[in-house]
C-alpha cells in the first residue's frame, strides 16, 4: 500500500522560508520520479516541481524558480521542498505526488494532461504577516 505522509508547513512571514517533507512506503521509493503540488484557495491544482528518481535532474513552475528547491534522500524514502522567500501569493495547500511515468517531467509534462498515482495528505503554507 503507498503511503505519502507529509509534514512541515505552517505560518510564516513574507520573505521566510519553510521545508516540507514526505517520506513514502510501499513502494520503491528510489525508482521514481517525484512531484510537488499546490493548491490555493479557490483554485485549482498547479504543478510546482519536479525531481527524478536519483535526484539527478529537477525541473520547476516559474513562479517557484529560484526560491524553492526539491531534493530527496532516497535513503531516507523522503522527499524535501525548501521553500525561500515566501510571498503570500504561495499561501496554499501543498501535496507531494508521483507523477505517472508516462507523461514525462516538467512544464511539458503537465502541459499533456499529466495524471498521478498517488497523494500526500496535503499541508498548510500560509504566508502572511
Known amino acids: 500500500q503507498v503511503q505519502l505522509v507529509q509534514s512541515g508547513g505552517g505560518l510564516v512571514q513574507p520573505g521566510g522560508s519553510l521545508r516540507l517533507s514526505c517520506v513514502a512506503s510501499g513502494f520503491d521509493f528510489a525508482s521514481y520520479a517525484m512531484s510537488w503540488v499546490r493548491q490555493a484557495p479557490g483554485k485549482g491544482h498547479e504543478w510546482i516541481s519536479d525531481i527524478n528518481s536519483r535526484g539527478a535532474g529537477t525541473w520547476y513552475a516559474d513562479s517557484v524558480k529560484g526560491r524553492f528547491t526539491i531534493s530527496r534522500d532516497n535513503a531516507k524514502n523522503t522527499l524535501y521542498l525548501q521553500m525561500n522567500n515566501l510571498k503570500p501569493e504561495d499561501t496554499a495547500v501543498y501535496f507531494c505526488?508521483?507523477?505517472?511515468?508516462?507523461?514525462?517531467?516538467?512544464?511539458?509534462?503537465?502541459?499533456?494532461?499529466?495524471?498521478?498515482?498517488?497523494w500526500g495528505q496535503g499541508t498548510q503554507v500560509t504566508v502572511a504577516s
Open positions: 505526488a508521483e507523477p505517472k511515468a508516462k507523461y514525462g517531467l516538467g512544464q511539458e509534462a503537465e502541459a499533456r494532461g499529466r495524471e498521478y498515482a498517488s
